[in-house]
């Protein structure tokens, strides 16, 4: 273990976050056949589960979040590490397709994956004429591989080679206190004892 997985290690049981990762993601599609088969058969992520919502849980009182039309497909992946990707699918033509960029939308759905089966990935994407980018260095260790589904959501397959079959999300991203503070001190507002309080969970 090197000087930063102990570091995170440390700070993590010093500090442990409010949750426990990812559960699902959820996404949407007007073609739930085409989506299987891209989630299934080219980014490798084994179906789970096929339900149609229970009526009443689109427009009447029961719903809880989920969109407003009744009894949707919502079918479910698995993303690896205990956490599924999701979608429903949406009567198509009800809804304009979302804006990436805008201020909550979604940017792009990333995911970790080893370097051999981020080869593989990209062997399939080619097979099936999907164009693809990268690998490209995204962050210091970390390459990624982007990609769009049958939907238009962009896709990231993240490795980290040095990792090689274990690839460990938080230790690839974790700075240190000076070198987030760094960024930190250009918010507005952002005064020392506000950062003291937002780099608790950081290494010195």
């Known amino acids: 273990m090197n000087a930063r997985e102990s570091a995170t290690t440390a700070q993590r049981s010093a500090t442990p976050p409010a949750t426990r990762g990812i559960h699902h993601l ?6 739930m056949k085409l989506t299987t088969e891209f989630i299934v058969r080219v980014v490798g992520m084994p179906l789970v589960h096929a339900m149609k919502v229970p ?3 689109g427009t009447g009182p029961g719903n809880r ?25 949406l009567p198509a033509g009800a809804e ?4 990436r960029d805008a201020i909550g939308g979604m940017q792009h759905c990333a995911f970790a994956i080893t370097p051999t089966e981020q080869q593989n990935l990209m062997k399939r994407l080619k097979e ?13 260790g970390l390459f990624s591989v982007y990609f769009f589904d049958p939907n238009g959501i962009r896709m990231e397959a993240c490795a980290e080679p040095a990792a090689g079959d274990n690839p460990g999300v938080i230790a690839s ?8 503070g760094s960024e930190l001190a250009t918010l ?14 950081l290494p010195e």
């Open 26 to 31: 959820a996404f949407t599609t007007e073609d």
């Open 55 to 57: 009526p009443g849980v």
């Open 65 to 89: 979040g989920n969109p407003p039309y009744e009894e949707l497909r919502h079918y479910f992946f698995d993303m690896g590490n205990d956490s599924l990707l999701a979608y429903f699918e």
């Open 96 to 99: 304009p397709k979302a804006k």
């Open 128 to 140: 099936n004429g999907i164009r693809f980018d990268g690998p490209f260095e995204s962050l210091p």
């Open 173 to 180: 991203v974790l700075q240190t206190k000076t070198e987030a």
């Open 188 to 201: 507005k507002g952002a005064d020392p004892k506000w950062m003291t309080e937002f780099t608790t969970a």
